[in-house]
């Protein structure tokens, strides 16, 4: 079945980095598009970074530019979310989401959490 395990959530302080992953199984990994979701308390999901497939187009939101990048490495199953100059608001339940068409969000983690604080 479908799985999408991620890890490298934490509390870290403003400033801080963080790698977030997410091992994928159970689906054919580099012909899906990948994604970054998240979920602050209190606000709606909202899109944070997507790759696709073979890793050549990304996007990001507007409030990461600069400061995360996603990368993939297909040959591992793996996503990944580089984190930079973190800062509170940037506090959130973390989602890996894999879908097979660039604009849709199939299947889903179950989250990790990311806390930035003194």
């Known amino acids: 079945q479908v799985q999408l395990v991620e890890s490298g959530g934490g509390l870290v302080q403003p400033g801080g980095s963080l790698r977030l992953s997410c091992v994928a199984s159970?689906?054919?990994?580099?012909?899906?598009?990948m994604s970054w979701h998240r979920q602050a308390p209190g606000k709606e999901r909202e899109l944070v970074a997507k790759i696709t497939g073979a890793g050549g187009g990304r996007n990001y939101a507007d409030s990461v530019k600069g400061r995360f990048t996603i990368s993939r490495d297909n040959a591992k199953n793996t996503v990944y979310l580089q984190m930079n100059s973190l800062k509170p608001e940037d506090t959130a339940v973390y989602y890996c989401?894999?879908?097979?068409?660039?604009?849709?969000?199939?299947?889903w983690g179950q989250g990790t959490q990311v806390a930035v604080s003194l």
């Open positions: 989401v894999a879908g097979i068409l660039y604009r849709t969000y199939d299947y």
């Open positions: 159970g689906f054919p990994f580099s012909t899906y598009a």
